[in-house]
């Protein structure tokens, strides 16, 4: 009786984690619902919602031309950029020789638009002349980097120099241009446009601070310029609170970024020459990071960084924080853009393409249960009851990562739904044929359970590690709607999983232990003359009453041969009476 009572304790601590599971689904999608103004269902694609087309256009200097190459690594940047912002399923592609085509669904928020809108290639340039700047500075990793020092506003000088930097970019009329120049003449969606190697004029993307920028780079003249460092020499950027050197968090944030070796050796060279400003002219050691013509940042240089790690820092909250890190990571365009249209764009494929991919899930649904009870009578109640808990489970998983991760569903994510059905039942197949093993072999059905289970969840493993390997591979490498057919597919796999271990297994456990599937009956699909061998249920080892009797009789018959055989051995012996032997 202990021995059937464990398996029973444990299938229902397996039903109560699942129950805690769904119960933890239900209450984030009901919250979302409640308090963050979800919907009942997923979010739907482009192709069966529609949305919104943008079509942007290189913001080209006189005499520049925008190569394939430019604009396929601008598509590839882009595409990173608005998935960063939590749209899936956008198709950004190229059109003709020189326009870039962002198609999103439903219709984007603000926020999304400016990802968008504001595409243009990040640029470092040195400060010649601020007004009102931002007191920011810039320092090595968390451990070690000091507190941003407010500047000074820089004065302008009253002559152009002549020492060969980049001072003698500022002419008289550079000068003149600058006092007269006003940060509200910069439409927002204007990109301001300059040659590398010149001089721009612009101002803080809020409109706080207005600049005369120092060339990107001069080639052949290191003195000019910051060295060709662009956008595209930073591998990563993220938003953290600086910490001491004692690991104490200060409660301030900082933007914290990752230069590339290239850029690593660039920014080195870049922070040495500018420290050595700071002693003759301290308003010089400044550089100003540059996104769609407007300055994002300009920062002090507190010291000589060759580590490739800087950390900007001062005046920041966690989402200005969080904002200028996304512009730094997202923003390295190797060409600006500007929006020349923006539509609203029907459904390709619209509500009759998704009523008839559920038509053939359910047809396939139906088809399923139909094999089930053919093959496994009233066992492929179970079977049923499975792809219902694991139903539930895809539809809250789905839902939740549509409104909370931007994830939305398409015809080819419905594909991935319906194929899952077919994997999933594969799973129950598996188990139920091994338990069927291990009735043949003359086990009884408790014990049938428990040895098919492990013989059968070897077989699951290695089926569902070899079709989620498939869905990463193939999420990694595609893009567009097959990137959404891996991720379905990639969650019903692990779905599938945890309803083969936290239900399937416990419900066979709980129903080897009733009378009509232990006793093999004929309908439950254990019967054990269709299984080819002696079914050994709960009357286990039954023998007729004749042959306990016959069985006696051969006992006795055996015990009686033997007496007489020893007695036929003593009369045998000399001086053995037959007296004497009784």
Not at 292 to 314: E, F, H, L
Not at 402 to 417: P, T
Not at 514 to 541: I, K, M, W
């Amino acid at each position: 009786m202990a021995s059937r009572s464990t398996p029973v304790r444990k299938a229902w601590k397996s039903l109560t984690w699942l129950l805690v599971i769904i119960v933890v689904l239900l209450g984030i999608q009901g919250a979302g619902m409640l308090f963050g103004k979800w919907g009942v269902t997923p979010k739907l694609a482009l192709d069966l919602e529609g949305g919104t087309q943008i079509i942007l256009t290189p913001q080209l200097a006189k005499g520049q031309q925008v190569s394939q190459e430019q604009l396929d690594q601008a598509v590839s940047i882009i595409r990173t950029r608005v998935d960063a912002a939590g749209v899936s399923e956008a198709e950004i592609s190229t059109q003709g020789a020189k326009q870039i085509v962002v198609a999103i669904p439903g219709v984007p928020d603000q926020a999304t638009l400016n990802r968008i809108q504001a595409s243009a290639k990040l640029e470092f340039r040195p400060v010649l002349l601020a007004e009102n700047p931002t007191p920011q500075s810039v320092g090595g990793d968390s451990s070690s980097a000091p507190s941003p020092t407010p500047t000074a506003p820089i004065t302008t000088p009253t002559a152009a120099p002549t020492d060969g930097s980049d001072l003698n970019y500022l002419t008289p009329a550079l000068q003149e241009q600058f006092q007269t120049f006003q940060c509200d003449s910069l439409d927002t969606a204007e990109t301001n446009v300059a040659p590398t190697d010149k001089p721009l004029i612009t101002c803080e993307a809020d409109g706080s601070a207005k600049y005369v920028l120092g060339p990107v780079d001069v080639p052949g003249d290191k003195t000019r310029g910051l060295g060709g460092l662009s956008g595209s020499t930073i591998s990563d950027a993220n938003a953290g609170l600086v910490t001491s050197s004692q690991g104490v968090s200060t409660g301030q944030w900082a933007v914290n970024i990752v230069f590339n070796p290239e850029g690593t050796a660039a920014f080195g060279d870049i922070t040495k020459r500018l420290m050595s400003f700071k002693q003759s002219d301290p308003t010089r050691n400044r550089f100003a990071i540059v996104l769609d013509g407007r300055v994002i940042s300009a920062p002090s240089t507190n010291a000589p960084i060759t580590d490739g790690k800087p950390q900007i820092t001062g005046g920041f909250t966690e989402t200005t924080a969080k904002t200028l890190a996304d512009q730094l990571k997202y923003g390295a365009l190797p060409i600006g853009f500007q929006v020349e249209s923006r539509d609203t764009i029907s459904a390709t494929l619209g509500q009759s393409q998704l009523t008839s991919g559920l038509l053939a899930g359910a047809i396939g649904l139906i088809l399923v249960v139909i094999y089930s009870f053919f093959q496994y009578r009233l066992l492929a109640s179970v079977t049923i009851a499975s792809l219902v808990v694991a139903a539930i489970l895809t539809y809250l998983v789905i839902s939740i990562l549509s409104w909370r991760e931007g994830y939305r569903l398409s015809l080819a994510g419905v594909a991935g739904l319906i194929v899952a059905i077919g994997f999933t039942v594969d799973s129950f197949i598996v188990y139920f044929e091994r338990i069927r093993d291990e009735l043949r072999d003359g086990r009884g059905l408790v014990g049938a359970v428990e040895a098919g289970w492990k013989r059968a969840l070897r077989t699951v493993y290695a089926a569902k590690g070899v079709n989620m390997l498939s869905a990463i591979v193939l999420f990694i490498v595609a893009v567009g709607s097959v990137k959404g057919f891996a991720l379905t597919l990639g969650i019903t796999v692990i779905i599938d999983v945890l309803v083969v271990v936290l239900f399937t297994h416990p419900v066979m456990q709980l129903l080897a232990n009733t009378r009509f599937f232990s006793s093999g009956h004929p309908a439950s699909g254990l019967d054990p003359n269709a299984l080819g061998a002696v079914y050994r249920g709960r009357a286990e080892f039954r023998i007729s009453a004749e042959s306990r009797r016959a069985g006696a009789s051969r006992e006795a018959e055996r015990r009686q041969t033997i007496a007489e055989r020893k007695a036929a051995e003593l009369e045998k012996k000399p001086g053995t009476s037959k007296k004497g032997a009784n």
